[in-house]
Nanobody
Framework: QVQLQDSGPGLVRPSQTLSLTCTVS??????????WTWIRQPPGKGLEWMGG???????YYSPSLKSRTSISRDTFKNQFTLQLSPGTPEDTAVYYC????????????WGRGTQVPVAS
């Protein structure tokens, strides 16, 4: 079974880069038919899809976040990463990595979520 574990450094200060890593086990991030995505949930708000990376390394981003977002991968470590720069207090959220089906579009598995406060 595929498992995803998201992790990050903790507190991020405004104007600094928010960086998160998702470590995948039980399957390869180069496997066809899947997108490896980042989703976040600010306090009191709904889920927001941020973007993802395909098995071949192509990326897509939410239009509202595209200018600040970069998703990349390390196939040797079977990891994919999120960078959001510059960070702002409005980026405070729980961040999840997930694997999404390219066939029907739904998320198949999620990480447990990483709380990222952006504050001074």
């Amino acid at each position: 079974q595929v498992q995803l574990q998201d992790s990050g450094p903790g507190l991020v200060r405004p104007s600094q880069t928010l960086s998160l890593t998702c470590t995948v086990s039980g399957g390869s991030i180069t496997t066809n038919s899947y997108w490896w995505t980042w989703i976040r949930q600010p306090p009191g708000k709904g889920l927001e899809w941020m973007g993802g990376i395909s098995s071949s390394g192509s990326t897509y981003y939410s239009p509202s976040l595209k200018s600040r977002t970069s998703i990349s991968r390390d196939t040797f470590k079977n990891q994919f990463t999120l960078q959001l720069s510059p960070g702002t207090p409005e980026d405070t959220a729980v961040y999840y990595c997930a694997v999404q089906s390219t066939v029907w579009g739904g998320a198949l598995d999620w990480g447990r979520g990483t709380q990222v406060p952006v504050a001074s």
